[in-house]
Structure formats: structure tokens, C-alpha cells
T-cell receptor, first 110, second 114 residues
Framework: GENVEQHPSTLSVQEGDSAVIKCTYS??????FPWYKQELGKRPQLIIDIRSNVGEKKDQRIAVTLNKTAKHFSLHITETQPEDSAVYFCAASILSDMRFGAGTRLTVKP | ETGVTQTPRHLVMGMTNKKSLKCEQH?????MYWYKQSAKKPLELMFVYNFKEQTENNSVPSRFSPECPNSSHLFLHLHTLQPEDSALYLC?????????????FGPGTRLTVL
């Protein structure tokens, strides 16, 4: 089955800096890659996603890149703000079978 | 925030108790999921239902028993649980299983097994 590795497990940045979180997956058949943000005590919420026919997608300060050949994808957050502090999860899926990374705890220091 | 709801939000039970978790989605979706979220571990997919039919059971112990009476409601019946079953149980829904689709999560039930 699919195996998703996520790094780093914790990330601390200064407000205004960029943050990058990387994930790798094992099953080349995976074709959908969402990123979720989970604030303390709250549900995971989708922040951006990318499908396997696209290499890059951007939404304001958030961007995701996908390298199908290398089987890795990354989340980029620019101009970080304290409210970006949360746990971020990547996932890779084939239809309903969605496998998640272990999460990255991002702390943005004011 | 009200698209997928879960009750109760918190549950404490003994190992001999029987309890049920409830999930309801108001998004008109056809697929529903149960996940287990433990500290420092990836979200673990437990069960998948599509149009009320179970399509996936990821080797979940029989002390967890799902029920999906219709496309909007999903239950997880619990009996003779173990302390290691303590976790956050998340329900999710998506429009379909026939193509990759966004899953929307409920707020979760924080379960503690004594």
C-alpha cells in the first residue's frame, strides 16, 4: 500500500519568513495530493490540493509543487504569519484510499 | 464548520462499556470515512462507505463496528475497547469515490478508554 513520509516533524520560523514542508510517497498510482491544516483542538481543514496532471498550484501565500518522477511534493508558505501556526498534514490518495503523512508542527514566531 | 458534525465531542469509557460515535454530513456527499488520530502518528483510515455500502476495512479490530444507515449518517459502535484505543476519532465525507476528491472532516470525538 501507499506510504507517505513527511519532513520536518517540527518547523519554527520568524514571522515574514517562508516555510517549506516536504512529502514523499511510494505508490506511483497516487494521483491526488491534498494538504490539510489542523489548529489545536480543531478539525483538519483543506488548504490546497494538487492532482497528478499538474506540476504546481498557487493560492495567495500558499503553493504546492509536485514531482511525479521523484514521487515527492512540497508545501510552500510565504510571508508567514502567527496565525499560520498549526500542524500541517500532506496526503496521497488513489480514489478513496488516502494515506497521510505524520504531520509537521509549524510555529511562526512574531 | 457545520458541514460535518460529530457527537459526542468527548467520551470516557471503561473497557467493558458499549458506546457509539455518531457522524452526520450536510453536504450531500455520497462517501463517508472513519479515521483514527493518535498522538505523533499519521491519520489512520479505518472504514470507508460509499452509498451506504462499506468499501474498505483497513484491518480494524472487530471491537470497532461501523454502521451507515444512509449517505448522511455514519456510526462507530465501540465495545470492549483497550486503553490503546484512546485517540481522536474523525469522520470525513467526500462527494464521490470514483475520482480523487476532497475529504471534509468533522470536529472529532476525543475518546479516552480507562
Amino acid at each position: 500500500g501507499e506510504n507517505v513520509e513527511q519532513h520536518p516533524s517540527t518547523l519554527s520560523v520568524q514571522e515574514g519568513d517562508s516555510a517549506v514542508i516536504k512529502c514523499t510517497y511510494s505508490d506511483s498510482a497516487s494521483n491526488y495530493f491534498p494538504w490539510y491544516k489542523q489548529e489545536l483542538g480543531k478539525r483538519p481543514q483543506l488548504i490546497i490540493d494538487i492532482r497528478s496532471n499538474v506540476g504546481e498550484k498557487k493560492d495567495q501565500r500558499i503553493a504546492v509543487t509536485l514531482n511525479k518522477t521523484a514521487k515527492h511534493f512540497s508545501l510552500h508558505i510565504t510571508e508567514t504569519q502567527p496565525e499560520d501556526s498549526a500542524v500541517y498534514f500532506c496526503a496521497a490518495s488513489i480514489l478513496s484510499d488516502m494515506r497521510f503523512g505524520a504531520g509537521t508542527r509549524l510555529t511562526v514566531k512574531p | 464548520e457545520t458541514g460535518v458534525t460529530q457527537t459526542p465531542r468527548h467520551l470516557v469509557m471503561g473497557m467493558t462499556n458499549k458506546k457509539s460515535l455518531k457522524c452526520e454530513q450536510h453536504l450531500g456527499h455520497n462517501a463517508m470515512y472513519w479515521y483514527k488520530q493518535s498522538a505523533k502518528k499519521p491519520l489512520e483510515l479505518m472504514f470507508v462507505y460509499n452509498f451506504k455500502e462499506q468499501t474498505e476495512n483497513n484491518s480494524v479490530p472487530s471491537r470497532f463496528s461501523p454502521e451507515c444507515p444512509n449517505s448522511s449518517h455514519l456510526f462507530l459502535h465501540l465495545h470492549t475497547l483497550q486503553p490503546e484505543d484512546s485517540a481522536l476519532y474523525l469522520c470525513a465525507s467526500s462527494q464521490t469515490l470514483t475520482q480523487p476528491d476532497t475529504q471534509y472532516f468533522g470536529p472529532g470525538t476525543r475518546l479516552t478508554v480507562l
